[in-house]
């Protein structure tokens, strides 16, 4: 007997997700792996504690040594791996649909790249504090993705245009980080050095939630234009023709692919 898929949603609906039973398992594996490393993490360290202890800290009992380590310094990082992890994940998946290709990751086109612009002149001008150098990055990201999308409008922006103008336009920003670095101070350069390599090392939960709950917002609304991406995978003219505008329904995915 063949499996029934189950449907998350209304078929009309914006909101219409279908999972089938072939992703179904390999998803239920995904996760299932991600909380054996996240109970790993959360035992893991200078301080090691059994599976014991960090139930009974994760319910706020214990001592409150254990109390503090694991809520307060492990369980953000934790918390927030799982969620960028997710959210880089998805920001592929889109690209890699809207370019049908699976070299269009957003590091090849040169969002990335712009990315680390934004917030490298942030970090060298006005020595930003973390939301500031947050903002500079989003800001660059969106910046670099309309670049990329301007030099390779002609009568649309496709797939291999969009693939190829972003590789030179991150070659460029690449060449400008390197001058920004060259030219700034020696702690705004190291500064800049350790956001560029990425670490999670002294995320709190201040810092966390703001970025989690921008991020969980980006992955809801692109879910709600899941059937959009859908349509664009057969071309341009058979997404207009069934209702939808493929250019903007392309450019509103790209903004939340960068997001």
Not at 14 to 38: D, S, T
Not at 51 to 79: C, Y
């Amino acid at each position: 007997m063949k499996a029934m898929a189950l449907r998350l949603g209304h078929p009309d609906g914006r909101f219409n997700l279908l999972i089938k039973p072939g992703r179904l398992w390999p998803a239920l594996l995904l996760m299932a792996a991600c909380a054996a490393l996240a109970l790993l993490s959360l035992r893991a360290g200078a301080l090691h504690l059994s599976v014991e202890q960090v139930w009974a800290a994760l319910q706020g009992q214990g001592s409150r040594l254990n109390v503090a380590v694991v809520q307060q310094w492990r369980l953000p990082r934790v918390a927030m791996a799982l969620i960028i992890g997710a959210a880089l994940g998805m920001s592929g998946a889109i690209f890699q649909s809207l370019l049908r290709n699976p070299l269009g990751s957003p590091d090849v086109v040169g969002f990335n790249t712009g990315a680390y612009t934004g917030a490298l002149l942030v970090i060298t001008t006005i020595g930003g504090s973390h939301f500031q150098i947050a903002g500079g990055a989003l800001a660059g990201g969106l910046a670099s993705a309309a670049l990329v999308y301007l030099l390779a409008w002609r009568r649309g922006a496709h797939g291999l245009r969009l693939i190829i103008v972003g590789i030179a336009v991150s070659a460029m920003l690449s060449a400008l980080n390197s001058w920004l670095l060259i030219n700034a101070s020696l702690e705004s350069a190291m500064s800049a050095a350790i956001w560029g390599a990425g670490t999670l090392n002294g995320i709190t939960w201040s810092k966390g939630l703001p970025s989690a709950l921008f991020c969980l917002l980006a992955m809801l609304a692109a879910l709600t234009l899941k059937p959009r991406m859908r349509l664009l995978e057969m071309g341009d003219d058979s997404a207009n023709a069934l209702g939808v505008p493929a250019e903007r329904a392309r450019l509103t995915l790209m903004g939340l692919g960068v997001a």
